[in-house]
């Protein structure tokens, strides 16, 4: 079989102009079998009076050039036919140094960029080079060849990837999408009249590796450049903690993390080289909870034995143990500017400790059952609690009084996070959804559904676009705050997510599980590429269905795309 690069390149020394000529004369003149037309004689010379009369071929001897273009065209075809490039998929794996070696011969030869243009657009002629045209565009893609301001009009393309594609100021009208991953895709003032595209990937985050475990905790680090997990991946990054790792924690300056797992043990750790700083022994039933303090010096400690324990992260050793209170502390937060620590209890309760003084200064009551989660607002401003009592309270924090107390979940409030705005707070629950609260006017904002399972786990990205969740389900989803839709999921990993945190960056995650170490993978280059573009748009009368069913028109409109349904009469 013919190298299919030795196939393009022949397209070498056609006049590009005779591409868009062909298309047009194909589509109005209706012809599917157009290999045929453009071998007879008297087709080639009703299209010659149509390039003629366009004045498009500028050379001496314009008739017999224009025969050897056309008739080299269609031999160019006809080669194509008889490759596995016209029948098979080359978005495949199988096919991925294959395309990579095609890419680097390519490369600068833009005639034959302008070729696989021109079989892109056959795809709206003839149905059976759907996925040669597949290919041929899933390339130009690839290659990251200028695909603006072109004429794609009725294209169809099928079971492709098409991330990061660039369709600035092109025509995609009639245009039918089908099993095609969108990820970044750029159609900023582009024209999407009568589209159908359907069965979409867009927005994919990173797949972790699938082996079959539960995932525990996920963990950011600060600059954004790891992902954490105590779970069982390839890419280990800390192992050898007895017993499930339960949690992990990063200091804020990224150098340490902090671990603690079902033998009632707490681990600090050195990110840098990987290895285990000390054991850390006091807590003689389960931990609940562990927080390093905003300077990185104080770890806090809360669990089953009823205590909060304060440890010196630079000597290793424990200097206070908090009691008296009564029952299991569970969630231990924080506050911004260090002085304060708020833990809540069994009881429902939420206790305020002066972290100098080592004394109580308040008891917030506004719960009737277990504080699950608590967390500050990223100004110090706002302590929000969740409760098993199905409620979330907002609290004053310097006032110490509750502004409002939230209603709507129908199960135990798993976990409660701040937007990094402090605008927006959301929680997680044990009745599988995610509620996304105005922490300004305690109003329900959404409820985002989609997990099958508890929801034990939510964090906002840097940039409060983006919102995570982890599920006893088995996944890790994401989900764009301001439209509610759910992103492409994290869905066949098989593993329990307890814990997700984003870093300053979105570069990272971490996630911790049930297989006693803890893993780390980088998140960065999946998700570089996975935000739509429609900015100046127009779009009428056209759908672009996810594999999940979600019709992206909204979000598309959000993002500066003209919807013109509405002005149809």
């Given at each position: 079989m013919e190298d299919i690069f030795e196939i393009l390149v022949q397209s070498k020394g056609i006049d590009q102009f005779i591409y868009s000529e062909i298309i047009e004369t194909l589509k109005r003149e209706n012809i599917s079998n157009f290999i045929e037309f453009l071998e007879q004689a008297e087709n080639l010379q009703n299209c010659q009076s149509y390039v003629q009369v366009m004045n498009l071929l500028e050379f001496d001897n314009q008739q017999q050039t224009f025969y050897e273009n056309i008739r080299k065209v269609a031999k160019i075809i006809k080669k194509i036919i008889e490759h596995d490039f016209y029948k098979k998929n080359y978005s495949?794996?199988?096919?991925?140094?294959?395309?990579?070696?095609?890419?680097?011969?390519?490369?600068?030869?833009?005639?034959i960029v302008g070729f696989l243009k021109f079989v892109t657009c056959l795809t709206a002629i003839d149905d059976k080079f759907i996925q040669c045209g597949s290919n041929s565009l899933n390339l130009l893609v690839k290659m990251k060849a200028d695909l603006s301001q072109q004429c794609f009009q009725n294209i169809k393309i099928q079971n492709t990837l098409l991330i990061g594609a660039n369709f600035e100021k092109c025509d995609l009208s009639g245009?039918?999408?089908?099993?095609?991953?969108?990820?970044?895709?750029?159609?900023?003032?582009?024209?999407?009249?009568?589209?159908?595209?359907?069965?979409?990937?867009?927005?994919?985050?990173?797949?972790?590796?699938?082996?079959?475990?539960?995932i525990f905790s996920v963990r950011f680090s600060p600059d954004g450049k790891v992902l954490l997990s105590s779970g069982q991946y390839?890419?280990?990054?800390?192992?050898?903690?007895?017993?499930?790792?339960?949690?992990?924690?990063?200091?804020?300056d990224g150098t340490k993390l902090a671990s603690f797992s079902s033998d009632n043990s707490i681990r600090l750790w050195n990110v840098k080289t990987r290895k285990t700083?000390?054991?850390?022994?006091?807590?003689?039933?389960?931990?609940?909870?562990?927080?390093?303090?905003?300077?990185?010096?104080?770890?806090?400690?809360?669990?089953?034995?009823?205590?909060?324990?304060?440890?010196?992260?630079?000597?290793?050793?424990q200097y206070k143990k908090l009691s008296g209170t009564g029952g299991t502390k569970y969630s231990v937060c924080f506050s911004p500017d260090g002085t304060t620590l708020a833990f809540g209890s069994v009881y429902g309760s939420?206790?305020?400790?002066?972290?100098?003084?080592?004394?109580?200064?308040?008891?917030?009551?506004?719960?009737?059952?277990?504080?699950?989660?608590?967390?500050?607002?990223?100004?110090?401003?706002?302590?929000a609690s969740g409760s098993f009592d199905k409620t979330i309270c907002l609290w004053d924090f310097k006032a110490r009084e509750r502004k409002f107390k939230l209603?709507?979940?129908?199960?135990?409030?798993?976990?409660?996070?701040?937007?990094?705005?402090?605008?927006?707070?959301a929680s997680c629950c044990k009745d599988k959804s995610i509620r996304l609260w105005n922490v300004d006017t305690g109003r329900q904002l959404s409820k985002l559904d989609g997990h099958t399972d508890w929801v034990y786990s939510v964090c906002f990205s840097p940039d409060n676009l983006t919102l995570a969740t982890g599920s006893y389900d088995q996944s890790i989803r994401f989900w764009d705050v301001n439209s509610g839709l759910q992103y492409e999921n994290i869905d066949d990993q098989k593993f329990l997510v307890n814990q997700k945190c984003f870093s300053n960056e979105i570069n990272t995650q971490k996630s911790g599980s049930y297989?006693?170490?803890?893993?780390?993978?980088?998140?960065k280059s999946g998700l570089q590429k996975t935000i739509v573009q429609t900015e100046g748009a127009s779009i009428q009368k056209s759908e672009f269905i996810t594999h999940q069913g979600i019709n992206l028109k909204g979000l598309f409109k959000q993002k500066g795309a003209y919807i013109l349904d509405q002005l149809i009469t």
């Open positions: 495949d794996e199988i096919y991925n140094q294959t395309i990579e070696n095609l890419i680097t011969k390519i490369l600068s030869q833009e005639e245009s039918q999408f089908e099993n095609v991953d969108i990820s970044g895709i750029n159609l900023n003032n582009s024209k999407l009249f009568h589209c159908k595209w359907n069965n979409l990937k867009t927005l994919e985050l990173p797949i972790l590796d699938r082996q079959g475990c539960s390839k890419s280990i990054c800390f192992w050898s903690q007895k017993g499930i790792v339960l949690q992990i924690c990063f200091s804020l700083i000390s054991k850390l022994k006091g807590h003689n039933a389960a931990i609940q909870s562990i927080c390093f303090s905003p300077d990185g010096y104080t770890l806090a400690s809360s669990g089953h034995d009823q205590t909060v324990r304060l440890w010196n992260v630079q000597n290793k050793e939420i206790y305020l400790w002066d972290i100098k003084q080592g004394q109580q200064q308040s008891k917030l009551e506004g719960h009737s059952n277990i504080v699950h989660s608590i967390c500050f607002s990223t100004d110090g401003t706002t302590l209603e709507g979940h129908t199960h135990c409030v798993n976990q409660v996070c701040f937007s990094n705005d402090g605008a927006i707070l297989d006693n170490v803890i893993h780390s993978q980088n998140f």
